[in-house]
T-cell receptor, first 115, second 116 residues
Framework: KNQVEQSPQSLIILEGKNCTLQ??????????LRWYKQDTGRGPVSLTI?????NTKSNGRYTATLDADTKQSSLHITASQLSDSASYIC??????????????FGKGTKLSVKP | GAGVSQSPSNKVTEKGKDVELRCDPI?????LYWYRQSLGQGLEFLIY????????KSGLPSDRFSAERTGGSVSTLTIQRTQQEDSAVYLC??????????????FGPGTRLTVL
């Protein structure tokens, strides 16, 4: 069964600090993986997408890594800001699988950045 | 040029009543998805529309749930005889088309449904 697990479940850091969020998945065969940011009361917004051949991709202060062999991904946030407070959702996608293409949403990591 | 919009933003209803949730996708997007997000849980797929094709209803949890998409644009999710376990945030998303595995889904702000 395709699954995705994210850790930690929640995290509190001080403004300006760095943090890394983890995602382990079992989707196979693998197509790509997205990280979404979901602010409270809002819908998720895509931060980055990584394909099988990509190891690292950056989007501003966000850097995602992917190890397709171990089926692990991480999202590193540098110099955190108060506006980074949100839930971060890992979404691996399988090949085929109909309209949803084995799109599996993780439960997310809830990040709180404190001043 | 607005994004995906949903209405109402909040809905409180009594157990046993019917509710309708509306989604206006991004203009020109042919694919439309409905998800349910319960507290502390990941997004749960409900139903998917692509153009004029028959919708994928494989995620609907019971026959109390139904959805339609009129004219390939606006969609309505209907929940009949609501139960307390239906309380959740219902999210709608649209994408340009589902032919590519890399198409990004753009989400609306959701409708928070509370069944008393």
């Amino acid at each position: 069964k395709n699954q995705v697990e994210q850790s930690p479940q929640s995290l509190i850091i001080l403004e300006g600090k760095n943090c890394t969020l983890q995602c382990n998945y079992t989707v196979s065969p693998f197509s790509n993986l997205r990280w979404y940011k979901q602010d409270t009361g809002r819908g998720p917004v895509s931060l980055t997408i990584m394909t099988f051949s990509e190891n690292t991709k950056s989007n501003g202060r966000y850097t995602a890594t992917l190890d397709a062999d171990t089926k692990q991904s991480s999202l590193h946030i540098t110099a955190s800001q108060l506006s980074d407070s949100a839930s971060y959702i890992c979404v691996p996608k399988g090949v085929g699988g109909g309209s949803q293409g084995n799109l599996i949403f993780g439960k997310g990591t809830k990040l709180s950045v404190k001043p | 040029g607005a994004g995906v919009s949903q209405s109402p933003s909040n809905k409180v209803t009594e157990k046993g009543k019917d509710v309708e949730l509306r989604c206006d996708p991004i203009s020109g997007h042919t694919a439309l998805y409905w998800y349910r997000q319960s507290l502390g849980q990941g997004l749960e797929f409900l139903i998917y529309f692509q153009g004029n094709s028959a919708p994928d209803k494989s995620g609907l949890p019971s026959d109390r749930f139904s959805a339609e998409r009129t004219g390939g644009s606006v969609s309505t999710l209907t929940i009949q005889r609501t139960q307390q376990e239906d309380s959740a945030v219902y999210l709608c998303a649209s994408s340009a088309h589902s032919g590519s595995s890399y198409n990004e889904q753009f989400f609306g702000p959701g409708t928070r449904l509370t069944v008393l």
